[in-house]
């Protein structure tokens, strides 16, 4: 039984802009991915260990605008406007800040080739995904169940002591002794859901 | 059989030290003998109990005088002799009993009598005498420390396992397998990942330092009728404890003087009739910390981390137990020994983004620092998340607070760097777009890992004096970091932990 599901952050109905689905969060190329929260999406370490990229879908065109500025903001040194996709800035060497729609990203390179990996990256946003992962939690003799097909990494805030719930194939994601607080699902392509 | 020989015609009763390695007491059942009529056959004999699992066997001191040979033999609670230990010895001092009979099967849990007999030379009893004997099986199935405890997180991935406050310490399946006695169980070393259950490991503990630990057993065994005491060295007084029992030792002594790492082995000494008959260690790691998590939420994952407060406490093992010493502590720590290097081409962050404009709601990612996954060039956001981070989770209280924006700098010297500059991004800039610190009091005290400043009267030139930014005043803080601009304190908040 679904006990609730409530203050979804639900993607595809963005009031402006383009909306696209995201970016596949496991790439050849980058290592294992870290989801961080709803609003500040995910990131991964470059596979060549010479650099980290950070990736945000936001439900619209507005909240990756939000997400871009916040990101050039905490730059120590003022990050210069660059001339890529809707809008970026940085120099194309060390780091690249740029938006397309919903989609914002962030490359830091040692290696002075963020340019050519945020154009790689571009290239990568994937359009007319599935829905994103949704969350389900429920009360069984155990506890608090949560389901969530097609997770691939979830974020549970109480719940008691239930070691490591991780995305799991069917998308059981973990029984809890206590009702969690809140519970944040990630998808395939880097979508963000909340239920509190 | 152990015999150990004294010519008869001597006289003594010399307690023999149990064969346990805990200290030379044995029981004197029969009367002192200094005082005897040198004609009157004498014999005695004492020894007490026996957890044949905890100790191979026990001795039984016989002494016997004006006599020609010595019998000594066990019969159980039926009257039935088990055990014949001597027969026609002429010489003896102490004889061992390993609580088996004579066709060597153990003995189960009883009252035993441990008969000695002073034969003459025609074989004829001249004197006898008595003394009980208790075969015991005793130990521990649990332990729970408790008393202030602090619960605490491993985490990986970005997922949080808290053990509940009143979550066993250790637990073992039986306290033996029939045939050997169980350990108590090893700590648990991985600093990320938890066990599957309690079974089989001691988990370390956090406590205020300042605290007496109290520890509730949880007792097993088969003690018939002895009456056993357990002891913990430095946790109080000797209990009664029979199966079943639980009983409480609160230690003796607060767990530390200043926060830090202390890691002790606890000795549970069992004893029958105040002479010990075993002994078991139980490993134990307490995080001394200076008092409770400090951050603004409650609950996973604000809670101490297991991997995080267990190098900082060794870091900072040693210092005062208030605030400034922590902090202070930490700095230097962040600053000098964690190998991080401030990113001079960009000053970006790592580790924390924001996830409001105008650096609200900060968001550490210390899961992906405390592996580097992010590599070890950081800014000031990273630097002032870092802080915060472990200063809140061993309870010294942090913010973070935003200086803003677009000032010039006097001369600083960059964590990882080993000169001082006024322009930390060389020809790209002499100054800060914004500068995160942190402050236990809205700004009016600054600590900061980022950087060094020039302590001497003239920040802006050389020469230049180290002064880590510990405890410093707020303004004094801005007139030693800024030589040109509007520069103050804004959004000073709690950070995000993921």
Redesign the interface.
Known sequence: MIVFLSALIHFGFAASGIVHSGIPVRQPDL?EP????A??GW?A?LAD?QG?V?VYVGRDADAAA?WF???R???????PDYAFADVAAGDGL??LLFRDGNVAVMV?STADNALSLATSLRERIVDNAAPPAIAAMRRTEDGWTIDAPGAV??????G???????AAEGGLIGVYVQRP?EITVWDAFGRATVIR | MLTTARPLGTVSLIPLALLLGCGPKGIALGDDTATLDPHTPVISVSGGALDPLLAAETLLDVTADNGATVRVSVTDAAGTTVRTLADGLTMVDAIAWNGRDDTGALEPVGTYTVHADLLDAAGSVLTSTTSTFYIVRVGVLSGTLSGDRIPLIWHRNGNYWEEASTDPTFEVAAIDDGTTATPLPPLWDDLEQPPEDHVGHTLPAAYPYDVQPTITLSAGGDIGDAPVELEIAGWGTAQSVSPGDAPVFERATPLATGPGVVEETLTLTWSVDGVPIGVQSLPARFYATLGTPTFEQEGPPYEPWVAAIDPALRAIQGVEGTDEAVLSALTEWIYRDLGLVYDTRYGASAYTQYAGRGYDRGEFDFTSFLSRRNGSTINCSDCASILEGYSDMIGANLEYTIILQNFDLNFIKSIGATDYTHCPFGSQGCGFSYHAVTTPDDATTIYDATLALDGDDDPGAAPFTELLVQTIDGQEYLDRLVMSGNASYMHTQKEYLR
Do not use: I, M, Y
């Open positions: 290592g870290a989801f961080q929260s609003e500040n990131s370490p260990g980290l950070r939000d500025e916040r990101q903001e905490s730059f120590s040194r003022p990050l060390g780091v830091k990494h979830s974020r549970v805030v109480g008691g002591n239930v070691p490591f719930a991780t607080t």
